[in-house]
């Protein structure tokens, strides 16, 4: 499956932006989905993750509240919105997809898109 991650940009604090995945050569439904983000100098780490089967979301800690992971299985794609953005939300995210089951590690993760940058100014 090839992943291509788009909407990103420059945004100021508190402000919104909605990251979008879309997935080609294969659906969506053989895989369990994940966001990730890596700032300068920091190692990647989990954003948010969804489980195309049951409808199951889980969250980073400094997220929860603020970011909702959603999908659209016709469209093969799926999303990120991202509420009340902090400035050390700043980093490159890559949506993934994993065959195994929904978790944090990105080791697990088979499939990535080629990222994209989001910036908070403060």
């Known amino acids: 499956v090839q992943l291509q991650a788009s909407g990103g940009g420059l945004v100021q604090a508190g402000g919104s932006l909605r990251l979008s995945c879309a997935a080609s050569?294969?659906?969506?439904?053989?895989?369990?989905m994940g966001w990730f983000r890596q700032a300068p100098g920091k190692e990647r780490e989990f954003v948010a993750g969804?489980?195309?089967?049951?409808?199951?979301?889980r969250y980073e800690d400094s997220v929860k509240g603020r970011f909702t992971i959603s999908g659209n299985n016709a469209q093969n794609t799926v999303y990120l919105q991202m509420n009340s953005l902090k400035p050390e939300d700043t980093a490159v995210y890559y949506c993934?997809?994993?065959?195994?089951?929904?978790?944090?590690?990105?080791?697990?993760?088979?499939?990535w898109g080629q990222g994209t940058q989001v910036t908070v100014s403060s």
């Open positions: 969804m489980n195309w089967n049951g409808g199951s979301s």
């Open positions: 050569g294969r659906s969506f439904m053989r895989y369990n």
């Open positions: 993934a997809a994993t065959d195994r089951y929904l978790n944090s590690d990105a080791r697990t993760y088979s499939y």
